[in-house]
Structures are given as structure tokens and as C-alpha cells.
């Protein structure tokens, strides 16, 4: 189920920001970024609807996506 962003709390949105951008195997391109430099990319990607917001029933946990995953929303 896609969850709007702005319907979440602002300090939850950091932190599943935050958690999402320390994921192992998460790849920024070449060059390093910093944990800053993530957090506000995909914080952009969410306001330009490049990224969305995911909870899945089954397995009680929140992701980020990219919203062509979910063509029937």
C-alpha cells in the first residue's frame, strides 16, 4: 500500500529516510555522498514523485520504491 508522504510525521520521515539511506547495498552512483546528501536526495525524489512511500501488510515494514512498481495506484 502506498503511503503518502506528507501524511507521515516529519521525525518519522527522517528516521525512515535515514534508514533507508544506510541500507547496505544501497547505490548512489560513483562518487560517495554523504548520509546528509542522501537523506535530501531521496526526501526530493518523494516530493517530485520519483520515490514513494510503501508499507507491506505482510511483512509489517515501510520502504521506498520507485512508483513505477505500483502502475495500478
Same mark, same amino acid.
Given at each position: 500500500?502506498?503511503?503518502?508522504? @506528507?501524511?507521515? %510525521?516529519?521525525?518519522? *520521515? %527522517?528516521? *525512515? +529516510?535515514?534508514?533507508?539511506?544506510?541500507?547496505?547495498?544501497? %547505490?548512489?552512483?560513483?562518487?560517495?555522498? /554523504? $548520509?546528509? @546528501?542522501?537523506?535530501?536526495? +531521496?526526501?526530493? @525524489? $518523494?516530493? /517530485?514523485?520519483?520515490?514513494? $512511500?510503501?508499507?507491506?501488510? $505482510?511483512?509489517?515494514?515501510?520502504?521506498?520504491?520507485?512508483?513505477? *512498481?505500483?502502475?495500478?495506484?
Amino acid at each position: 500500500m502506498i503511503i503518502p508522504w @506528507q501524511h507521515i %510525521d516529519s521525525k518519522t *520521515l %527522517d528516521n *525512515l +529516510i535515514e534508514a533507508f539511506a544506510l541500507r547496505e547495498g544501497t %547505490d548512489y552512483g560513483e562518487q560517495e555522498c /554523504s $548520509l546528509s @546528501q542522501k537523506v535530501e536526495n +531521496i526526501r526530493r @525524489q $518523494l516530493a /517530485s514523485n520519483k520515490a514513494v $512511500l510503501v508499507w507491506s501488510e $505482510l511483512h509489517e515494514t515501510m520502504n521506498i520504491m520507485r512508483p513505477e *512498481l505500483f502502475p495500478l495506484r
